[in-house]
């Protein structure tokens, strides 16, 4: 006969074997209720559930630990612009409003009420990575047989358009003209507005990747700084992989500027070594604030530079990537092939070459139409019958 026990308030209880721990040790359910047959029921029911798979053996972690451990296992190969969103989103977005929840008691519509506040916020964007997050979080829990299905199947969202990406301003571009900055940090400008390639190419290139015979930048690396640890990492697709012409502007800076380096490395930290995720955001700190004055002494005394417009609410607020943008901007109005340009952005297809030209096709409607009426003007199908 099993053992029932009456608590003090009247109710029953039991104690059933639902799993086992990932020490070894047994997992215990206590099972309540009014009568012996209410304690019954319940009991067959969890049984059967976790007879046919539906009910979690690990049932009282929560979403805050098996988020942390997902993105600590599944997550740590990925580049470290992915892993800071990912990581991003689970520190400020998911564990403050979802994660105490344990996976078992997660419910669709508790997730879709926080898809729906950052929405309303305004943040579409991150409600996007949300939903993208929080779907890997809990599928990956269902791979692993923690749960037994996703809760996540019927989450919506507002599709954001795609943000257009930001060039450089003429403002900005003069603020840096009459920054003054270390070596090290015009150097590192300079080689990314005049060659587009990415922030961990940048930081990965050797001094011997610069070829000075043939005015060529060797780019065959990147430099992962996640979490202060740098790592060199090869170019996820053969499209990595690529020479970069050197401008003659850029030429003799990169000549002086290799010349005095000591180092393997174009650029490091005092001691020689790498650098480091929290070495390049002091760098790249003491680029923004030096520009931000200049950009204050500017708009102080825009009479005295002619033909110097300023916007008083203009941000000094680029990234390594605005340069970049920035070059394929300029590569695209130098009228460079798109073939071309995709070898030199290292863009693995064409799509994303073309996506990244998109708004500057849209922006020449006038110079479109103006082509196509050219054409159409001296064409035989226009001419008077006779």
Not at 111 to 129: C, P
Not at 325 to 335: D, K, M, Q, R, V
């Given at each position: 006969?099993?053992?029932?026990?009456?608590?003090?308030?009247?109710?029953?209880?039991?104690?059933?074997?639902?799993?086992?721990?990932?020490?070894?040790?047994?997992?215990?359910?206590?099972?309540?209720?009014?009568?012996?047959?209410?304690?019954?029921?319940?009991?067959?029911?969890?049984?059967?559930?976790?007879?046919?798979?539906?009910?979690?053996?690990?049932?009282?972690?929560?979403?805050?630990?098996?988020?942390?451990?997902?993105?600590?296992?599944?997550?740590?190969?990925?580049?470290?612009?992915?892993?800071?969103?990912?990581?991003?989103?689970?520190?400020?977005?998911?564990?403050?409003?979802?994660?105490?929840?344990?996976?078992?008691?997660?419910?669709?519509?508790?997730?879709?009420?926080?898809?729906?506040?950052?929405?309303?916020?305004?943040?579409?964007?991150?409600?996007?990575?949300?939903?993208?997050?929080?779907?890997?979080?809990?599928?990956?829990?269902?791979?692993?047989?923690?749960?037994?299905?996703?809760?996540?199947?019927?989450?919506?969202?507002?599709?954001?358009?795609?943000?257009?990406?930001?060039?450089?301003?003429?403002?900005?571009?003069?603020?840096?003209?009459?920054?003054?900055?270390?070596?090290k940090e015009k150097m590192f400008l300079d080689i990314l507005y005049y060659t587009g390639i990415r922030r961990g190419e940048a930081l990965a290139l050797k001094v011997n990747?610069?070829?000075?015979?043939?005015?060529?930048?060797?780019?065959?690396?990147?430099?992962?700084?996640?979490?202060?640890?740098?790592?060199?990492?090869?170019?996820?697709?053969?499209?990595?992989?690529?020479?970069?012409?050197?401008?003659?502007?850029?030429?003799?800076?990169?000549?002086?500027?290799?010349?005095?380096?000591?180092?393997?490395?174009?650029?490091?930290?005092?001691?020689?070594?790498?650098?480091?995720?929290?070495?390049?955001?002091?760098?790249?700190?003491?680029?923004?604030?030096?520009?931000?004055?200049?950009?204050?002494?500017?708009?102080?005394?825009?009479?005295?530079?002619?033909?110097?417009?300023?916007?008083?609410?203009?941000?000094?607020?680029?990234?390594?990537?605005?340069?970049?943008?920035?070059?394929?901007?300029?590569?695209?109005?130098?009228?460079?092939?798109?073939?071309?340009?995709?070898?030199?952005?290292?863009?693995?297809?064409?799509?994303?070459?073309?996506?990244?030209?998109?708004?500057?096709?849209?922006?020449?409607?006038?110079?479109?139409?103006?082509?196509?009426?050219?054409?159409?003007?001296?064409?035989?199908?226009?001419?008077?019958?006779?």
């Amino acid at each position: 006969m099993p053992k029932y026990k009456k608590r003090a308030d009247g109710r029953y209880c039991k104690q059933i074997l639902v799993g086992y721990k990932p020490d070894g040790k047994r997992k215990m359910k206590t099972i309540y209720g009014k009568t012996i047959k209410e304690v019954e029921n319940k009991e067959r029911e969890i049984r059967d559930s976790i007879e046919c798979g539906t009910r979690l053996i690990q049932d009282d972690i929560t979403l805050k630990e098996w988020g942390t451990k997902w993105l600590k296992v599944y997550k740590t190969k990925t580049s470290a612009s992915t892993y800071a969103s990912y990581e991003n989103c689970l520190r400020n977005h998911i564990i403050p409003t979802i994660g105490h929840i344990p996976l078992t008691k997660l419910k669709p519509i508790q997730i879709q009420t926080s898809l729906n506040n950052l929405i309303d916020k305004g943040k579409v964007r991150m409600a996007e990575l949300y939903k993208l997050t929080i779907k890997q979080i809990v599928n990956q829990a269902v791979e692993e047989g923690i749960i037994a299905k996703s809760v996540c199947n019927c989450l919506d969202t507002i599709k954001s358009q795609r943000e257009e990406k930001r060039v450089l301003s003429d403002f900005e571009l003069k603020c840096i003209a009459r920054t003054k900055y270390t070596d090290k940090e015009k150097m590192f400008l300079d080689i990314l507005y005049y060659t587009g390639i990415r922030r961990g190419e940048a930081l990965a290139l050797k001094v011997n990747d610069f070829d000075k015979e043939n005015r060529t930048i060797k780019i065959s690396k990147s430099l992962d700084i996640r979490e202060n640890t740098p790592k060199l990492k090869e170019p996820k697709t053969k499209s990595g992989y690529r020479e970069i012409p050197v401008p003659d502007i850029l030429f003799n800076e990169l000549v002086e500027y290799t010349t005095k380096q000591n180092a393997i490395y174009l650029f490091t930290m005092n001691d020689g070594r790498l650098v480091s995720r929290s070495s390049f955001r002091k760098m790249w700190d003491s680029i923004i604030k030096k520009t931000k004055l200049t950009a204050s002494l500017l708009e102080e005394k825009a009479d005295e530079f002619e033909g110097l417009k300023v916007i008083s609410d203009e941000t000094i607020s680029f990234t390594p990537h605005t340069f970049r943008h920035t070059y394929a901007t300029n590569l695209y109005y130098a009228n460079m092939d798109i073939k071309r340009t995709q070898y030199l952005l290292g863009h693995s297809t064409l799509d994303m070459t073309l996506r990244t030209y998109t708004h500057l096709q849209n922006k020449n409607n006038t110079e479109t139409a103006n082509r196509i009426n050219e054409f159409f003007s001296q064409s035989k199908f226009s001419q008077t019958a006779i």
